[in-house]
């Protein structure tokens, strides 16, 4: 094999490599990255997870990137570990594909139907139809579909360069002495690991190997190691996403090591037990592109279906090789966005968006202990509201630099949409927590001042708390469903917060003047109000833009005027039914 073979072989690899990632990503781009965006939105079901792993691995070819979003989303906290289970064995699945792409250049010899499938007839095809596309086509599905011909043909051609490379292979006592001591399974797995770990692709691996079996050199026991050995050393790219994540996200590159570590174990163990006991008579046999994209596709079909009653094990093996971090309140652990989902702008959108619902928890929790916090002068909780109000800073600086990020990606109108609502909606979140921690501050004040509040007042403001917490509550789970039913809901509500800030301003004009209140308690009363009447107009902001969005409104106030003016009959049932379940303590 000369010099000119080796670079040959070497830019052959190149143009299959690029020609597999450019296919991926046009394949994903043309489902709008809409199977990517039920990810975490998975059941518990290990089996769902199983389907939904291949579906994905087959259509972005690659289980690497699979397993790297799969990271991403757990670090992020959008997915947990077990339905990540699930998916990292689908993608061991999924991965099989390309192997099944490959084999079809040995539809040559078939009959005149199939010839006309052969990839050497379709590549060139494929090649100029998709360049045309791709070149003139400016935006949409068309060119998108000319991306993927683009890199199918482009995978091919690398193919056919790979195998044309190694053609004098066939004459090398080398190769031959390589792979006689490929035999040894030991040192097939090993070779298969260690190709794979570098250009960190078992499809790219197993294509060289479908390349190389042109040669009529490759057997059955040279093959099966070098294809167990792609399996494990497709983990290293888990494993190297995982660098610098949370325990959950590297307990899922564990996951992966286990389960393709343990599977070639059993698999070599009973291949060889099998052969020694009773023989393989086709184990010499030279295989071909098929046999070897057909062994692969078996192997961890089979492996998966053994796992899958085993998940709960799987996890537990992987909780046990990283354990977790002690957290004193689970509110305040770190939320991470993450930049591996750049790749898949529809699930970076989600990150953001759990981001959002993240401060939109943290927001809840000190609006519905401020008052509490107010009357028990717990410092401890006042430290701990302090604390989800510096998250609550961290996180609206760190989702608006992520999502200023996603805007740079290449998205579609939708996408570019969901940024900028998302965005709005850290701002309205984030006024939200100043407006709770507002109230929490006031405790300060209210110790230093010997600030006392009468019975009936201290009723006023539960009575408060309580509709805006439920409010706060409401307009998280919108956001969290997109539920536009629920989001009718906030309005009504909205308007009950008004008219009680309303009333109970009236009534502490009448304490003030019969004396029965001090002007210390009166100061503080009234910045409780305007903080949570506050609060509530800006979940009313959320579920609004919400319903403007999906229902084309012009803007937000247009909606609400047309409400407010009896566009909407269920409004006023909604706002009776919130008047009579939030009523205030009877007057003297």
């Known amino acids: 094999m000369t010099f000119a073979n080796v670079i040959a072989l070497a830019s052959g690899l190149a143009m299959f490599l690029y ?8 394949l994903e781009a043309l489902a709008g990255g809409k199977l990517e965006s039920i990810l975490q939105k998975l059941t518990s079901s290990v089996p769902r997870g199983v389907i939904l792993g291949t579906a994905i691995t087959a259509i ?148 060289i190997l479908q390349a190389l079996s042109t040669t009529s050199m490759v057997t059955w026991s040279s093959a099966i190691p070098i294809v167990l050995g792609t399996n494990i050393g497709t983990t290293i790219t888990a494993l190297l996403a995982s660098i610098g994540t949370s325990p959950s996200a590297k307990r899922v590159a564990y996951t992966h090591v286990y389960f393709n570590v343990i599977g070639t174990v059993i698999w070599l163990a009973g291949i060889y037990t099998v052969k020694a006991v009773v023989g393989l008579p086709f184990f010499n046999d030279i295989v071909g592109m098929g046999d070897i994209a057909n062994f692969h596709t078996v192997f961890n079909i089979i492996t998966t279906l053994l796992f899958i009653p085993f998940a709960k094990q799987l996890i537990n093996l992987s909780s046990w090789s990283v354990p977790k971090k002690k957290e004193g309140h689970p509110e305040l652990s770190p939320l991470i966005l993450d930049t591996r989902l750049y790749t898949t702008p529809s699930l970076a959108i989600a990150q953001a968006k759990s981001s959002v619902l993240k401060m939109g928890e943290l927001a809840l929790l000190n609006t519905e202990n401020a008052i509490p916090c107010l009357f028990s002068l717990d410092e401890k909780e006042v430290g701990i509201a302090e604390q989800r109000e510096d998250m609550m800073d961290k996180l609206d600086v760190m989702t608006q630099n992520y999502l200023v990020g996603i805007t740079r990606l290449l998205l579609n109108d939708e996408e570019g949409k969901e940024v900028a609502t998302m965005l709005s909606f850290v701002i309205e979140y984030e006024r939200m927590g100043d407006y709770a921690i507002n109230v929490v501050e006031r405790v300060g004040e209210v110790r230093d001042k010997n600030v006392r509040f009468s019975d009936r007042a201290r009723g006023e403001l539960y009575v408060l708390r309580n509709i805006v917490r439920d409010i706060l509550r409401l307009t998280n789970e919108v956001l969290a469903k997109n539920d536009m039913a629920l989001a009718e809901r906030v309005e009504p509500l909205e308007e009950n917060v008004d008219e009680i800030c309303e ?18 308690a009166g100061i503080i009363y009234l910045e409780i109000l305007t903080n949570y009447e506050r609060i509530s107009d800006h979940c009313s902001n959320v579920a609004a833009h919400l319903i403007e969005n999906r229902r084309k409104y012009p803007d937000r106030h247009t909606y609400l005027r047309h409400l407010h003016e009896g566009g909407e009959s269920s409004y006023n049932t909604l706002y009776e039914s919130y008047k009579n379940e939030y009523k205030l303590p009877e007057t003297d």
């Open 503 to 520: 009333e109970l301003r009236g009534r502490h004009i009448t304490r003030l003047k019969n004396g029965d209140c001090s002007i210390e």
């Open 60 to 207: 972005i070819q690659s289980s690497s990137a699979t397993t790297v979003i799969v990271v991403g989303l757990v670090n992020s906290g959008i997915m947990t570990l077990s339905q990540a289970s699930g998916v990292i064995m689908g993608a061991n699945i999924g991965t099989t594909a390309t192997g099944q792409i490959i084999r079809l250049a040995e539809l040559a010899n078939a009959g005149v139907v199939f010839k006309m499938l052969n990839p050497e007839t379709l590549a060139p095809i494929a090649l100029t139809i998709g360049a045309c596309l791709f070149v003139f086509i400016k935006m949409g599905k068309r060119k998108h579909f000319g991306q993927i011909l683009l890199g199918f043909g482009i995978l091919f051609t690398g193919l056919f360069t790979m195998e044309n490379a190694v053609v004098p292979l066939r004459e090398s006592q080398a190769f031959v002495h390589m792979f006689t001591s490929f035999r040894n399974p030991v040192l097939g797995v090993l070779a298969g690991m260690i190709v794979t770990s570098i250009i960190q692709s078992s499809s790219a691996s197993l294509g």
């Open 19 to 26: 020609g597999m990632t450019i296919m991926g990503s046009g």
